[in-house]
């Protein structure tokens, strides 16, 4: 096992640098919903996870309150995630088609998932310190993925803030437009797609569906 992500993964858990998502992340996890009353919340920052020699990191932009908020992984235990795993799944990146809990025994072939932001936002929308507090944490998932070659972001925020990240980092001002499977060469080698973000809003009135994810992440593969 990688020791860098096992300093790192805890560091994440740690973490209670932003105070309004400390709050708000005991909050959920006393205040549970009625058809999670009887779980025990996780109620910490949610590390990313996955296949450690990755070529492929998928992100998205927070942990779902009552998905990864409360199961303690990313995409995991709501529908954002039960849409994306049977995608997943499809594509040959997955062994399952569900991701419900810790102990489900899902792997990933060759990819790692992974959040901008580690702790659930109030209404889904983090503020900019926020934001900044989190982005060591992925800079350092970035670099402990060795074997990385391809990073897809799941909805706009997301992309935006990888490229925020790029754009710091390697102090370029070229401009990315977030367009679904739209293809970009960054500064390190790596390539970014954007994808539409497998929510059950853009599911439901159908910007996104099985078919189109499915083949993203298909042709995804083939870069790989």
């Not at 391809?150 to 102090?171: E, H, P, Q, R």
């Amino acid at each position: 096992m990688n020791t860098g992500f096992i300093q790192l993964n805890n560091s994440i858990i740690k973490c209670k640098k932003c105070a309004r998502l400390v709050n708000f992340t005991k909050k959920i996890s006393k205040k549970k919903r009625k058809q999670n009353i009887n779980d025990t919340y996780w109620g910490k920052p949610v590390p990313g996870f996955g296949d450690r020699k990755a070529r492929l990191m998928i992100i998205g932009l927070a942990p779902a309150a009552h998905g990864g908020n409360r199961t303690g992984r990313a995409f995991t235990g709501d529908k954002s995630g039960n849409f994306l795993f049977k995608c997943l799944h499809a594509a040959k990146i997955s062994n399952q088609t569900f991701s419900n809990e810790l102990n489900d025994g899902l792997k990933l072939n060759s990819a790692y998932i992974t959040n901008i932001l580690k702790c659930v936002p109030p209404n889904d929308k983090p503020h900019i310190n926020e934001l900044s507090n989190c982005s060591n944490y992925f800079a350092n998932e970035i670099s402990n993925l060795k074997n990385l070659k391809l990073i897809i972001t799941l909805g706009k925020v997301a992309f935006d803030n990888c490229i925020k990240f790029y754009k710091k980092s390697y102090l370029i001002n070229k401009k990315y437009i977030f367009k679904h499977g739209k293809k970009y060469n960054l500064p390190d080698g790596k390539i970014l797609i954007a994808c539409y973000h497998p929510s059950p809003r853009n599911v439901n009135t159908k910007i996104i569906n099985f078919k189109m994810m499915k083949n993203l992440f298909i042709n995804a593969k083939k870069i790989l």
